[in-house]
């Protein structure tokens, strides 16, 4: 029997013996099929690369996961040309057939999920939640735009009419093409969800994965393509950012893009250069530096399993990982001391192992940043637990590191200030609320935020106050992550989105569309 858990973000433990048993064969599947070489995917059919690069398992960096093809600026071209023919047709084809193609896309993503997440495990080293809760995100994603779809019906609504000749109807329109481009920390539900909603709005893709995950982007696209998409409808390049994203951001057939990625990348490389000629639609959700500030009132117990969840798990590497805590100097002591412990308590090892929370850092990049954190805190701060790598048996090819947490830095010190994407976390004391609201947005970030307290009236002031796009009130399940689509819509403020408009929310599918407001004279 197949197991009922659905497992989301805010799972805080998933003892079913059946749905480890399932992941156990999955994994054993896929170890099987390692070493898979991949195509790049353009209009009908695909195209060998005349170079691939290896995709590695960073639990263990000599296993090799796939060999994929690397994309050039003339993939990119043909692809846009594809995407390009295909838009009329799929432009024209009523929602409901398009919104069909995509049910059955997410119904293929659920009956895969496993097998999916054990791909994600070997290729990112997320534990078996996280990459079983990415999973099932992505494909409540695809729903979720669908059920917005029919909710808003097509976004064609009747107006008002100033004589009684005239009909007059507004209706949102595709754009055109579209691309996406997606990072390596959610590479499933952050390249598929943008994907789905440019679809079912009309638009025709073409998608890039993080050359750090490109296996994940390529089982996206198959299952999407075989779902029953028309050729060129959704096109997928592998390869390098410098090349194929820039080449895609480049070129001057695309009618929008949606980034999710760094602010360097983001804002400077995308939102600045994307505009020629005329303006054209640029989402761009980037990075955090989000805040959870712990009051003397709060429940001790849940604010440090809400932080210890948000601030290491998946090693930091969340756009939405808390990084910084102002805790109420009464309780700063106690609040430490707990967390250093639960910290020190969190199993480290092989993510494809039942129980395992904390798997390797998932890019040998993100393991240089963490070695120049850690020594940056050392210098500045005190490091209080971690702050080296891990070792042990299994972890020796392996980016495994130790979950660290640092006191003392200064308030504007570059540690406080830019997003670190790995397991470190720094905490200062506050002397009361108002101390911890000024820091907490001083920030150019507005990703997300948490606030642990007992008293209505800091609840009321921090909602009111607090810049940040997603927040959360005493919540154990992450103090300042575990969004999921059409629970919290997610996205930033100030330097963390462009849109001001949420990904898995009620506004989404407007951010892919063009009103035309259309009068017709009997
Ligand atoms: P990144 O900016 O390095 O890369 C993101 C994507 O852009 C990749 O596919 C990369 O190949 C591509 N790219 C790189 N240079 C490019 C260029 N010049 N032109 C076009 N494309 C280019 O980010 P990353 O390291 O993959 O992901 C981590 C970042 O993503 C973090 O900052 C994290 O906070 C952010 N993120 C944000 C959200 C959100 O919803 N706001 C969600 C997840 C991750």
Redesign the pocket.
């Known amino acids: 029997m197949a197991s009922e858990t659905k497992v989301t973000y805010a799972t805080l433990s998933a003892d079913d013996a059946e749905m480890h048993r399932e992941f156990d064969g999955a994994i054993a599947m896929v170890r099987r099929e390692l070493g898979r070489t991949t195509p790049l995917y353009i209009g009908a059919g695909t195209r060998t690369a005349a170079t691939t690069t290896t995709s590695t398992n960073p639990a263990d960096t000599r296993v090799v996961v796939a060999n994929v093809a690397a994309g050039t600026v003339e993939d990119v071209n043909d692809a846009v040309a594809a995407a390009r023919q295909a838009f009329p047709a799929w432009r024209a084809k009523p929602w409901t057939e398009r919104a069909a193609i995509l049910g059955k896309a997410a119904a293929e993503v659920r009956r895969r999920r496993y097998e999916l997440s054990a791909w994600l495990i070997f290729e990112m080293g997320k534990n078996r939640l996280e990459a079983l809760g990415e999973v099932e995100e992505l494909a409540d994603l695809i729903d979720y735009y669908v059920d917005q779809m029919r909710d808003n019906d097509g976004y064609l609504r009747p107006m008002a009419s100033l004589g009684p000749q005239d009909t007059n109807t507004s209706v949102l329109r595709p754009f055109g093409v579209w691309g996406v481009?997606?990072?390596?920390?959610?590479p499933y539900a952050?390249l598929g969800a943008p994907i789905a909603a440019a679809l079912i709005t009309g638009n025709t893709v073409v998608a890039?994965?993080?050359?750090?995950t490109p296996l994940s982007g390529v089982l996206t696209a198959e299952i999407f393509r075989n779902a029953g998409l028309p050729p060129g409808v959704l096109n997928l390049l592998t390869g390098?950012?410098?090349v194929v994203?820039?080449a895609?951001?480049e070129h001057p057939e695309l009618d929008g893009i949606t980034?999710?990625?760094?602010?360097?990348?983001?804002f400077r490389?995308?939102y600045q250069a994307f505009a020629v000629r005329y303006p054209k639609p640029c989402i761009v959700?980037?990075?955090?530096k989000n805040p959870a500030i712990v009051m003397d009132s709060a429940d001790l117990e849940r604010a440090v399993t809400g932080v210890f969840r948000s601030a290491f798990g998946m090693n930091g590497h969340?756009?939405s990982a808390c990084s910084r805590v102002y805790v109420h100097r009464a309780v700063a002591d106690e609040f430490l001391e707990r967390l250093i412990k639960r910290t020190e308590e969190a199993r480290i090892g092989d993510p494809l192992e039942r129980g395992v929370f904390l798997g390797p850092l998932a890019t040998a990049s993100s393991l240089a940043d963490y070695e120049k954190y850690v020594a940056l805190a050392r210098a500045s701060g005190v490091i209080r637990t971690g702050g080296q790598r891990a070792a042990g048996a299994g972890l020796d090819h392996g980016h495994f590191v130790k979950p660290t947490i640092v006191t003392g830095l200064p308030h504007d010190h570059e540690l406080m200030r830019q997003?670190l994407?790995v397991p470190i976390l720094a905490i200062q004391p506050v002397g009361d609320f108002e101390e911890a609201m000024v820091r907490a947005n001083d920030t150019d970030f507005g990703?997300t935020a948490g606030i642990f307290t007992g008293k209505k009236a800091e609840i009321d002031g921090f909602l009111e106050r607090i810049e940040a796009g997603v927040v959360y009130v005493n919540r154990a399940a992450g103090a300042t992550t575990g969004a999921w689509p059409g629970v919290q819509p997610?996205?930033?403020w100030k330097a963390?989105?462009s849109s001001g408009k949420n990904?898995g929310g009620l506004y989404t599918l407007p951010t892919y569309l063009r009103e035309q407001s259309r009068t017709v004279v009997a």
């Open positions: 481009i997606a990072p390596w920390n959610f952050l890039k994965p993080s050359s750090d390098s950012g410098r994203g820039k895609l951001v980034f999710t990625g760094s602010y360097e990348v983001g490389d995308l959700e980037m990075g955090g969340k756009c997003e994407f990703l997610f996205g930033g963390s989105g990904i």
